[in-house]
């Protein structure tokens, strides 16, 4: 498959199917998707990698102590909140990506511009393996408490979250804007 068409053909997927994903894809995902150019070779990710049930139980509740501080997530009926609660923990496996938060501020920007890479090239080689995925940056990432309980240093941040796994059905593509309408020429 030419690289062009992984691009235009790989989707955001939301809804898995139960197969589990193996570890040693993975392992060989990231193997690949580190060749993310990045300045220095500092290689400023790393990441954790939740598929056990407990590691999923685990994941889940720190994510719900986590969206309580979130007004829009207190005010959901406690029957809605359960059903997210079983739809994360039915995901079958998820790769939180954290990177080191440089003091000097181009380098942190030269690193969030490099993770986001790496996390782009780990969508499309997954993607080549029907492993679809959905990149998740929802503001629970950034609770102290939801950090803490992942081991996340005080000197990093996560960038996303990505979920993934198998599935059945691939989402129709939506339109985009050709580039030449973003286009300023001089």
Excluded at 171 to 179: L, Q, S
Aim: glycine residues 6%.
């Amino acid at each position: 498959m030419s690289i062009a068409k992984t691009i235009r053909e790989r989707r955001s997927i939301r809804t898995f199917n139960r197969n589990p994903v193996p570890r040693e894809l993975v392992i060989q995902l990231l193997n690949d998707a580190v060749w993310a150019p990045n300045h220095g070779l500092r290689e400023p990710w790393r990441f954790i990698y939740v598929d056990s049930d407990g590691g999923k139980t685990r994941l889940v509740d720190l994510i719900t102590s986590a969206s309580g501080n979130l007004k829009r997530y207190r005010l959901l009926p406690s029957k809605l909140k359960e059903f997210m609660r079983n739809k994360i923990l039915e995901i079958p496996a998820h790769l939180i990506v954290v990177m080191k938060e440089e003091k000097n501020e181009h380098k942190r920007n030269e690193d969030f511009a490099a993770v986001c890479c790496f996390m782009q090239n780990f969508q499309l080689l997954g993607w080549e393996n029907n492993l679809g995925m959905i990149w998740s940056t929802i503001e629970f990432i950034f609770d102290p408490g939801f950090q803490d309980g992942l081991g996340v240093r005080k000197d990093e941040r996560i960038v996303g979250i990505l979920h993934m796994g198998f599935f059945d059905k691939a989402p129709r593509p939506k339109p985009r804007t050709p580039a030449e309408k973003k286009l300023t020429l001089w």
